[in-house]
């Protein structure tokens, strides 16, 4: 094989051929669902736009924060189809983008939060989240840049071509 392949459907034994076929197309139905749910969340948010334009006081959102929260969580699910996609695809391996959506994430949560919901040690934990993840996606985008430079260990890097050279999957 040439390339890195989670779900590779020329394996030699059948019964697992046939289960990785079954898997891709669980993910291409995951896909698929998830672009109603893009389409849906956003038909919602501009609906909730309008309603909320077009009603007395006119041309105010009162509760903007939630209507940032609604954006990011289209955004959200944007993010996670393209994990879906990228998942599909045998040549990817999308370490990168994976943290990437758990930080929008993460950061959705905080600009949405209402302060009196959670306690002191709850947001140091959210904190401890995001400084992982930070970290995480910093190391990962070192890799990478080392990767594009020609040097070994690229392979953590997000959304990256596997050349011959630098396969994982031989046997």
């Known amino acids: ?3 890195h392949q989670e779900l590779p459907t020329n394996e030699r034994d059948f019964i697992l051929r046939w289960l990785h076929r079954v898997m891709r ?5 995951l896909a698929i669902a998830m672009v109603v749910v893009i389409l849906v969340g956003v038909a919602s948010v501009i609906h909730t736009i309008y309603l909320n334009l077009a009603t007395p006081p ?3 959102i009162p509760d903007i924060i939630k209507t940032f929260g609604a954006f990011l969580a289209v955004l959200i699910a944007y993010e996670i189809f393209s994990n879906i996609t990228l998942y599909i695809r045998a040549d990817v391996f999308p370490m990168k983008l994976v943290v990437a959506t758990a930080i929008m994430a993460i950061s959705r949560k905080l ?3 209402d302060m009196e ?3 002191a040690l709850d947001l ?3 904190g401890s989240v995001i400084l992982g993840l930070g970290l ?3 190391l990962i985008s070192i890799a990478d840049a080392r990767g594009a430079s020609g040097r070994a260990g690229s392979l953590l890097s997000g959304a990256h071509t596997l050349t011959p050279s630098s396969k994982t999957d031989t046997p």
């Open 124 to 126: 140091v934990g959210m």
């Open 117 to 119: 919901e959670y306690s």
């Open 25 to 29: 197309l669980a993910a291409y139905l």
């Open 136 to 138: 995480a996606y910093w």
């Open 1 to 3: 094989m040439s390339a």
């Open 111 to 113: 600009i949405i939060l």
């Open 58 to 60: 006119y041309f105010l």
